[in-house]
């Protein structure tokens, strides 16, 4: 993704890390996933699938959660609830970048 920055690429990194170290495997849709979330700092999932389109990978929605719901398993990402479920906010849930 452009304009990724090394702390980004560090963030990456160490949550590929927690998914293998919790029994997760690599791939790449996870990788997708974290690379989207590499600069932002809320996103939903929905948005998370948009940036992913723009490296042009298609990736479903339902691929998606399933996706950070393994990756907040693991303890790579973190979820917070949302109390407002505009559009924009699947289900209400926002994702956050994990820290390091």
Request: glycine share 8%; aromatic share 0%.
């Amino acid at each position: 993704m452009a304009g990724v920055t090394e702390d980004a690429h560090e963030r990456v990194a160490t949550a590929l890390a927690a998914l293998r170290d919790s029994g997760g495997r690599r791939t790449a849709g996870r990788q997708a996933v974290l690379q989207a979330l590499a600069n932002a700092t809320h996103l939903s999932a929905a948005q998370v699938r948009d940036r992913i389109a723009t490296l042009g990978v298609c990736v479903d929605l339902s691929t998606v959660h399933r996706t950070l719901n393994a990756l907040v398993t693991a303890g790579a990402v973190h979820a917070s609830r949302s109390a407002s479920t505009r559009v924009g906010h699947a289900g209400g849930w926002t994702v956050t970048n994990a820290e390091p």
